[in-house]
């Protein structure tokens, strides 16, 4: 199954036994939307409702902390998710967030795994069908973890990194925020970046529809902002979530040693002992 799937081939494969479509639709708490109303008022038929919110480390104070492997493979089990499923994740968030999910199943070693192109706005244009309610899980099943430690990074190893110059980070963050110009929300964080960061606003990895774009066109956003994809990278943004949009866009181009810093800006940006950076790249 390919990393990114269309919505023709979902149509044709939705009545499988074994895909299971999953709704990995989250909102940042200032946007004031309800993910599950929203879910339960409109979803593809049989989807299954992701929490991303509750899918966290509890003990963690930073925002959207990894969950541990135990608790991300008991809830996948409780939704009936299995090591034979084919997931096909789909989001309705501008923040496209089904690649938050992507990453976190594939961290935890699930072996088929895709993201629907579009999501659901695309779906519903398309004129396909559409459930409200909520579609009842499965019996569980067993999902079996098996973490790959290589796509995680903490900040000792992002520090690390910056010192060595083991690894090329990038911002997903707007360019505003990205140079200072845009003083961050939180009181408690410092503006501006990592030093020597680069930055792909995560926006501009899609088309005007919501689309991924794809080949030469992906591949010249990389190059653009300086970044090597033969090298390691380490994606970062300002909370763990959109920094996964660029590294499934570097997994589309076959990019095959890329990490993401989970505290992302939330944790560095609040550390004053941590160097940063102000304007351009």
Known sequence: MDLLVSTHWLAGEIGADDVRV??????LPEAGRDAAADYAAAHIPGALYLNLTDLVDATNPLPNSLPSAE?????????GLGDDSRIILYDNSPHHTAARAWWMFTLFGAREVAILDGGLAKWQAEGRPIESGTTATAAPRAFTVSQ??????????????????????????????????????RADLASGHMPGARNIPYSRLFHADGTWKRGGELRAIFADAGVALDRPIITTCGSGITAATLSFGAALLGAKHVALYDGSWSEWGADPALPKATGAA
Do not use: N
């Open 71 to 79: 608790t991300f493979a008991s809830r996948m089990a409780a939704l």
């Open 148 to 185: 790959d430690d290589g796509s995680y990074r903490s900040k000792d190893q992002v520090a690390e990194a910056l010192r060595t110059g083991a690894a090329q980070l990038v911002d997903a963050r707007s360019a505003s925020r990205f140079t200072g110009e845009e003083p961050e929300t």
């Open 22 to 27: 999953v709704d990995a639709t989250y909102f």
